[in-house]
């Protein structure tokens, strides 16, 4: 019987990026009509993690727009990971873009366990999808991770228009920094993206899914955005395919399956949900 790991997610600071990567709907590049707030309420924030610790979620993902962390935005998660840390036994993630040693070391004294920095996609191809800041930058954060004694949570998007060769080469550089937990995206279409408006194909995604499983053997694969559109009902075929993971809920400006309906489908196909993170 395979234990799976659920992790909530919460857009803690939505939308007004000044980014410009081509996926996301939270650049201000893209004109897409998104809630736009600079901080979410304290109160909020801590009854979403009290519901993602009731819907049996091990971890909980405080999740800010734009490109790293400033002293403001720093303050902000951690008085945020104190209050939840203080009410909630749950494993919190940080994922507030790129960041030094210094405030990675910090978020750490005030309860953050894991950060989230995803690689996107493969160093060649990042470019093409980013030009405010680099693939290298995104890599340094990882290794500035690793060093701070959090755990490494870094994966990307399949379906930005990337070849074969690309997701080769984003995988090899994802094993190399040797994650604990890997989230797997599929590019969710918006008219509104610069981007192909083409949903992620199924049968792909499952060999790229087995093709991480292969490569990465120690790590967690989570399968996070575009889950419910690639896969559809067909979804907990990725856990089949070698993932171990998902994300239940809405996710940062688009909706996911409802919690409960999940759960309910995961147990119905023999799958026990895991009481804690596997790190």
């Not at 599929?186 to 981007?195: A, C, G, M, R, S």
């Not at 991480?212 to 009902?233: C, N, P, W, Y």
Request: charged content about 25%.
């Amino acid at each position: 019987m395979k234990n799976i790991y659920l992790c909530a997610i919460s857009n803690v600071s939505s939308g007004n990026c000044s980014e410009d990567c081509a996926f996301c709907t939270q650049s201000s590049f893209n004109k897409v009509e998104i809630k736009k707030y600079k901080q979410k309420d304290i109160d909020v924030i801590l009854k979403e993690a009290k519901m993602a610790k009731q819907n049996q979620a091990s971890g909980f993902c405080l999740v800010t727009s734009g490109k790293g962390l400033d002293d403001k935005k720093l303050d902000f998660i951690c008085k945020v990971a104190k209050k939840i840390k203080k009410e909630i036994d749950i494993h919190l993630i940080a994922c507030n873009g790129t960041a030094s040693l210094e405030q990675l070391q910090e978020l750490k004294k005030y309860g953050i366990e894991s950060y989230n920095h995803n690689l996107e996609t493969s160093k060649n191809y990042y470019p093409k999808i980013c030009t405010t800041h680099s693939w290298e930058e995104r890599y340094k954060t990882c290794l500035n991770i690793k060093k701070s004694g959090l755990n490494l949570c870094s994966g990307g998007i399949f379906g930005l228009g990337e070849s074969d060769e690309d997701r080769i080469s984003f995988i090899e550089s994802i094993v190399e920094l040797s994650p604990v937990t890997i989230p797997v995206n599929f590019f969710h279409p918006n008219e509104k993206l610069p981007l192909e408006n083409k949903i992620f194909n199924a049968k792909e995604g499952l060999k790229w899914i087995k093709y991480l499983h292969q490569k990465a053997t120690k790590s967690v694969i989570m399968i996070a955005g575009g889950r419910e559109i690639t896969f559809k009902d067909k979804w907990t075929d990725t856990l089949k395919a070698g993932a171990n993971s998902i994300v239940i809920g809405n996710y940062l400006t688009t909706k996911g399956n409802n919690s409960l309906d999940d759960i309910e489908k995961l147990k119905k196909e023999g799958y026990t949900i895991a009481e804690h993170c596997s790190h």
